[in-house]
């Protein structure tokens, strides 16, 4: 069975910083592209950003650039999201998505809540 | 940038047709896929290649493109087909974009 698994969510004041992660299983990780999708409450989804299977080529929306640095680690099955300079604009749930061609959505995690408050 | 448009909101009765549309100009040029998500739960794709159904995806599901506007069109829809959904695409295959969403209304 496939499964993704986040974490790393919660509660950050404005200007903070988090690391989300995604732990999976029941597919073999390096042959796929990985992807993190975002939904701000109430709203719709956003393409946040992807990455190769080898982690060599990296993309993402032009809002979060320079602020959020998505990653992977194909030894331990893992993606991570790594955020910065947090705004109120990132509250969102995040969704770590997996596929096998690039922006392929094919299987996707239940999502972890990132809130930015003060 | 560019963007997807989509309708907020559709409403039909059980049984009848629903068809939700998606324009933009990318999709004169690029296939598109839908996602249905329902409350609470993560998106599920229903079309792909703007009429492909992945393998589990009812036959009453099904997709259309024509110039920059591609369909999605659930014949016979079931209350329980009552959804968000989502068109997606890419003018690079590198960035991607979804549509502002359609609430689909089966009552």
């Known amino acids: 069975e496939v499964q993704l698994v986040e974490s790393g969510g919660g509660l950050v004041q404005p200007g903070g910083s988090l690391r989300l992660s995604c732990g999976t299983s029941g597919f073999t990780f390096s042959d796929y592209w990985m992807n993190w999708v975002r939904q701000a409450p109430g709203k719709g989804l956003e393409w946040v950003a992807s990455i190769n299977q080898d982690g060599t080529e990296k993309y993402w929306v032009d809002s979060v650039e320079g602020r959020l640095t998505i990653s992977r680690d194909n030894a331990k099955n893992s993606l991570n999201l790594q955020m910065i300079s947090l705004g109120v604009d990132d509250t969102a749930v995040y969704y770590c998505?997996?596929?096998?061609?690039?922006?392929?959505?094919?299987?996707w995690g239940q999502g972890v809540l990132v809130a930015v408050s003060s | 940038s560019y963007e997807l448009t989509q309708p907020s909101s559709v409403s039909v009765s059980p049984g009848q047709t629903a068809r939700i549309t998606c324009s933009g100009d990318?999709?004169?040029?690029?296939?598109a896929r839908w996602f249905q998500q329902k409350p609470g739960q993560a998106p599920v794709l229903v079309i792909y290649r703007d009429s492909e159904r992945p393998s589990g995806i009812p036959g009453r599901f099904s997709g259309s493109s024509s110039g920059t506007t591609v369909t999605l069109t659930i014949s016979g829809a079931h209350v329980d087909d009552e959804a968000d959904y989502y068109c997606?695409?890419?003018?690079?295959?590198?960035?991607?974009?979804f549509g502002g969403g359609t609430k689909l209304t089966v009552l």
């Open positions: 998505v997996s596929g096998l061609f690039s922006g392929w959505l094919q299987y």
């Open positions: 990318v999709l004169a040029t690029k296939s």
């Open positions: 997606y695409s890419s003018a690079d295959n590198t960035h991607w974009v």
